[in-house]
């Protein structure tokens, strides 16, 4: 990975519920895996265990085959104002990456169906988990969870901005779910909805409240005019430390 040698910020990205309208992992498990998946997301909500543990064992219940995959994954639509989000932050000359518990088979079919052409390459453009359908049968894997800690997702976002960031270009994120907690705790600009902006409130952690990628790039181009270079200034290191959370999860 190239690492960044200005002051110019790199926006990092969720996918699911964040560039995509739902959550398109919860949409395959409702759809297509034995109810059972149910319990063992509380079991994640819960702090019991984490996104990669808990994606392993929904993903050995799905029954499908690629080509009832591929029909379901072809109705999930994306924020209508996401392309053109990006293709302001190209003309800008921002790094886009999109960081995710999800799986790149999904993720890049769900871009390509919006138009996407360009390489969508998982450790290049794209940092998530990797699927693969054999027969019947769903083989998850997790090039990117990370060194081993307490917290065991599936894609360790904060190893990923470590990686791409270098040492000195500021982080933007924008995501919407808990599994974006990390991230948001080791970005100086973040966008959160949802149960991240929850997350983000109760640990005083500054964030731009958004609904769609309209509302991200009118508030991202108000930060940025005025500012040399769009060199935008460094948070402190977070003092915040991360606590289990009392989460329902609507599943």
């Known amino acids: 990975m190239n690492q960044q040698t200005n002051m110019k910020p790199i926006i990092f990205s969720d996918f699911d519920g964040t560039i995509s309208q739902l959550d398109v992992t919860d949409l395959v498990l409702t759809q297509l895996a034995h109810p059972t998946w149910r319990e ?9 265990i984490g996104s990669r543990e808990c994606l392993e064992r929904q993903m050995a219940l799905v029954d499908t085959t690629a ?18 989000f990006h293709r302001w932050a ?13 799986f790149d088979l999904i993720i890049r079919r769900v871009l390509k169906n919006a ?9 290049s453009q794209l940092f998530s988990s990797s699927l693969k359908i054999r027969g ?36 933007i994120f924008i995501g919407d779910g808990l599994s974006d907690r990390f991230a948001a705790q080791a970005a100086d600009i973040v ?34 005019e005025g500012i040399p270079g769009d060199e ?4 402190r290191e977070s003092k915040v430390r991360t606590r289990k959370l009392k989460v329902e999860v609507a599943v």
């Not at 935008?232 to 948070?235: A, H, S």
Request: overall charge positive; some cysteine.
């Open 115 to 123: 138009g996407f052409t360009g390489p969508v390459n998982n450790g």
């Open 40 to 48: 063992v997301e509380q079991e994640w909500a819960r702090g019991q």
């Open 191 to 224: 966008f959160a909805k949802r149960q991240l902006l929850s997350f983000c409130r109760e640990n005083v952690i500054m964030c731009q409240p958004f609904e769609t990628f309209a509302d991200v790039e009118a508030q991202l181009a108000a930060i940025l």
């Open 232 to 235: 935008v200034p460094k948070r």
């Open 90 to 102: 190209k003309r800008r000359g921002l790094p886009f990456y999109v960081v995710s518990d999800g």
């Open 136 to 171: 019947r049968r769903t083989e998850p894997s997790f090039p990117y969870a990370g060194p081993p800690c307490e917290h065991d997702c599936a894609t360790c976002k904060v190893e990923v901005i470590r990686r791409v960031r270098g040492s000195a270009s500021p982080v």
């Open 67 to 84: 080509k009832e995959l591929n029909s379901l994954v072809d109705t999930v639509p994306l924020d209508p104002h996401f392309p053109a």
